[in-house]
């Protein structure tokens, strides 16, 4: 969700200001996606590097996550909505901690899409989190080193009951990945569009899903060949 600040920034606002603008295009997203029957939809909210930035800007974004996550709740409820948290969690503020495990035992049982978020997410930190659960179970004895295969190391990583993503969908037009789900787009089909995120909204989302159902998927191999 990329653009909040140069949205604010050409407004004349505080990148604050930005983020609480971005906050209601996610809502409208986030419903949209429902309407389209997305089965999973992961938004990447804040990530290992963005503590870089001014405290004022990072506690800001903190509030206005669990703010917002307290506020929807009932509504993801409403839709059917399974929450969950990707990212290393225990480092963040303990009331955010406890809105999002909140949030996850809430929803467990929701049969409708997955909203995924990614949240103190690195895509990097999320495959060496996931290459330390399996060296303490080598340690352990439980497995081998030859044992380790994509799919092991896939059911270590944050969500692994997740599919992989088919759409890595980033407004605001940057090129790059920005060490998102690193592991998980190794096939995704990227589409960046110059819409900076404050006015993003369901018009956007099909635009992106049109472009994404004009390309071919070959996932390595040749059309025809079998
Ligand atoms: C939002 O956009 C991303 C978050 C970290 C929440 P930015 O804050 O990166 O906006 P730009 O890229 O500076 O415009
Ligand atoms: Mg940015």
Known sequence: ??????????????????????????????????????????????????????????????????????????DLIGADIRFLASGRCCELPESLQRMLVGAEKRTADEDGMVLNLLINYG???????????LAYRVQAGEIAPEDITEQLLRECLYAPGLPDPDLLLRPGGEMRVSNFLLWEIAYAEIVVMPVLWPDFDGGHLIEAIVEYNARQRRFGGVPGVE
């Open 123 to 133: 895509g990097r930190a999320e495959i060496v989190d996931a290459t330390r659960a």
């Open 1 to 74: 969700m990329d653009g909040n600040g140069r949205w604010a920034e050409q407004r004349g606002l505080s990148r604050l200001e930005g983020h609480i603008e971005g906050c209601k295009a996610t809502r409208s997203v986030v419903k949209a996606c429902v309407g389209l029957g997305v089965q999973v939809l992961s938004l990447y909210a804040f990530s290992a590097e963005n503590w870089g930035r001014a405290s004022d800007e990072v506690n800001g974004l903190m509030h206005l996550i669990e703010d917002a996550l307290c506020e929807e709740l009932d």
